[in-house]
């Protein structure tokens, strides 16, 4: 059984270094790989248990007509990735398989460019990196539950933040999807079991405050009032955001939908100048109708703010949910809104299986990554006139997009 869920991490979620290897940029004799563009993308080609297959990243010209591989960088099944600025991170397949390196590039349109890798511990389970400043960056090590500070040119290791004392139930206490505000990075703990999933006696919100200047944590908080669990997802970085106030909102996924007696998902806040929740502001999203849907949320699979109090989403459903949880397609394209507490469908986006959940919002427009059973790839939705267009066709999973 905690097999099963170790790999189901991969879609659900989805220390010392050894031997750390950090370089500069070589040039690679002028050399770019991943194609032109300035839209990356990142693919899946998984098998047919859904459990195994190839990451690739690309660029395109454009998010339209269809995906080629030829150009593109191969990485390990169910990679993820993070963009600042040009640089792009590339992060290891969880486990110990593959290559166990977190690779930096530097990006133009021509094309991506090898500027720097660092060998991690197999099986830590970085997915992202957070730029705290020209100098400094944080990784969270997800599966030991600290956070190393590297330098995010070089990825050279500066040191690192212990959050042992802070887990429940075990050494890690999974440190998530942070984000800096003031300063301060607020991190949340996703608290996970041997089943990877939340602890039944813990069912809340706990995260982390850290001093960006001394690199201490100033502040333990938990959110304990509605029983929501598993804040953001640490592939994800739409999962946690500021509104135009500079409140933080978080999204907890809760038990994915694949546990009947606890469907509580929603949204946690911490406003603006606070380092405490406002419970008057969680909301468990699960007794919500969602309009123009016979269901309601058992889940947030993903989030993308895109203002005045809106939040395009991926929820799951647990009537659509099956024994196969890589292929299940049980997730629903909906509106959030945060002030009127209310849920919309977006109809014309097909149900997605968990490797498509990927949500970008550019020049007013949102694009939804989806695996539908009918048709496949990216589709695109004004929010104005609520217009879907399926712009980019492709028969196996987008994961990743990213517009520079």
């Not at 398989?97 to 930096?104: L, S």
């Not at 001394?214 to 929501?228: A, M």
């Not at 009127?340 to 959940?357: A, E, L, M, Q």
């Not at 949500?359 to 496949?376: D, K, L, M, P, R």
């Amino acid at each position: 059984m905690k097999t099963l869920f170790r790999s189901w991490q991969l879609i659900a979620l989805c220390g010392m270094v050894l031997g750390l290897s950090s370089c500069e940029k070589d040039d690679d004799n002028g050399e770019y790989i991943g194609g032109e563009g300035n839209v990356l993308v990142g693919a899946i080609v998984k098998n047919a248990d859904g459990a195994s297959g190839t990451s690739y990243f690309l660029q395109m010209p454009s998010l339209s007509g269809t995906i080629s591989l030829a150009n593109s960088i191969q990485a390990g099944f169910a990679s993820t990735m993070s963009v600042n600025g040009n640089d792009v991170y590339i992060f290891p397949e969880f486990g110990n398989d593959g290559t166990q390196k977190i690779i930096r590039y530097e990006r133009s349109y021509r094309g991506l460019s090898k500027a720097a890798e660092r060998q991690i511990i197999p099986g830590s389970y970085p997915q992202h990196i957070i730029i705290a400043s020209p100098n400094k960056a944080y990784i969270p090590l997800y599966s030991l539950g600290r956070v190393e500070m590297v330098h995010p040119k070089t990825l050279e290791k500066l040191g690192e933040i212990d959050l042992k004392e802070y887990a429940h139930g075990d050494a890690s206490c999974e440190p998530a999807h942070g984000i800096i505000r003031d300063g301060l990075y607020y991190l949340p703990l996703n608290q996970l079991d041997s089943r990877w999933m939340p602890y039944d006696n813990h069912r809340q919100v706990d995260l982390v405050v850290i001093d960006t200047q001394t690199d201490k944590v100033v502040n333990f908080i938990s959110e304990t009032k509605t029983g929501l669990s598993f804040p953001t997802r640490p592939m994800l970085e739409g999962m946690i955001f500021t509104n135009e106030q500079n409140d933080i909102y978080i999204a907890c996924a809760g038990y994915f939908a694949y546990n009947p007696q606890n469907v509580k998902s929603g949204f946690v806040c911490i406003p603006a100048g606070k380092q405490e929740f406002d419970t008057s502001r969680s909301w468990d999203i699960s007794n919500t109708p969602i309009e123009g849907s016979e269901y309601k949320a058992a889940t947030v699979y993903n989030t993308k703010y895109i203002g005045n109090g809106k939040v395009a989403a991926y929820v799951g459903l647990i009537e659509l949910t099956t024994n196969n949880p890589y292929t299940a397609r049980n997730s629903m394209a909906v509106i959030i809104d945060l002030k009127n507490k209310t849920i919309k469908k977006i109809n014309g986006i097909p149900y997605t299986d968990g490797h498509s959940v990927e949500i970008e919002y550019h020049n007013g427009t949102v694009y939804f990554a989806a695996f539908g059973e009918n048709s496949a790839g990216v589709f695109s939705y004004n929010p104005s006139t609520e217009q879907v267009d399926h712009v980019l066709k492709w028969n196996n999973n987008v994961a990743y997009i990213h517009f520079f």
